[in-house]
């Protein structure tokens, strides 16, 4: 189908389970495209070129390309730009040429794909362009069930790098872990006990920083504190863990925030509320 490739994603499921959710594949009536079959004649051949109409950062063009090639293996498709990239009103994605039927059916599956990445990406990227270069983007886990890795693969297009993955590669210990252990220390102390390597632990009080360093935590982050106690914070830590501010972070904000001397910032709207992308797809009778 394709040599894109993203860890832990099954892209040939995720295309198939996306065109058959569009199909009503095991519904009564279900299975095929009504309009297309209708209207189009099974032999007919369209070109295409998806285009973009505001200024983004691209991503998601292989897993598009990914869609049609499913409905018609025999497809011409040239890639125009590579992901990551930003590019101006008016430019060209992707020209394809191939099956008409095959075209129509994929191209609601496939735009949404690309509108819904590269917003995560064009999002992203303004955040990075905005916060003080020292510091690094971090994302979070405010995603959409399914989702998480092309979305978490947005954000790295954008120009963040990725916090956990899920509940597995990290322990990260808030405030309503600290509730049930009794205080930051313990909650730490019963994390290392259990073997685990990387312990991000959740501070919002500069009092809590000195218990959740002595008890092993790795990774200290800093919530929802103003910069002027970030300031202080990243003092107190002196360097012997990273310290990641997350919190009330916005475009307005980020500046200042990233700008305390934190080594990361992390931001759960780059997933949570990034806007679709302004993306076309015209085509043409062969």
């Given amino acids: 189908m394709t040599d894109f490739a993203i860890p832990g994603f099954d892209l040939a499921a995720f295309v198939a389970a996306t065109l058959a959710e569009d199909l009503g594949e095991g519904l009564p009536g279900g299975g ?47 890639i125009l730009v590579e992901e990551g990239s930003s590019v101006q009103p008016g430019t060209d994605l992707m020209r394809l040429s191939g099956n008409a039927r095959a075209m129509l059916t994929a191209e609601r599956s496939a735009l949404n794909t ?30 959409i069930p399914g989702l998480r890795h092309l979305e978490k693969y947005a954000t790295r297009m954008g120009g963040a790098s990725n916090h956990r993955m899920g509940l597995w590669d990290a322990a990260m210990i808030k405030d309503n872990h600290v509730m049930v252990a009794g205080n930051v220390g313990e909650a730490v102390r019963r994390a290392r006990d259990a073997g685990v390597s990387r312990i991000i632990c959740e501070v919002d009080r500069i009092d809590q920083i000195e218990p959740a360093l002595a008890a092993g935590a ?39 925030i990233s700008a305390t001397g934190v080594d990361f910032v992390s931001v759960g709207r780059l997933t949570q509320s990034a806007p679709a992308a302004d993306i076309g797809l015209d085509f043409t009778p062969l």
């Fill in 218 to 256: 790795n990774h200290l982050l800093l919530d929802n504190m103003p910069p002027a106690q970030l300031r202080e914070a990243v003092a107190l830590v002196a360097g012997r863990v990273p310290t990641e501010a997350s919190g009330g972070v916005n475009l307005e904000t980020i500046a200042a």
């Fill in 114 to 143: 690309v509108q819904h990445l590269s917003g995560i990406a064009t999002m992203t990227r303004s955040y990075v362009d905005a916060m003080d270069p020292a510091a690094t983007l971090l994302d979070t886990r405010k995603t």
């Fill in 32 to 78: 095929h495209d009504v309009t297309s079959e209708s209207v189009i004649a099974a032999d007919a051949r369209f070109a295409g070129v998806m285009d973009s109409r505001d200024p983004i950062v691209v991503a998601g063009l292989p897993i598009a390309a990914a869609f049609f090639r499913h409905l018609d293996a025999a497809m011409t498709i040239e």
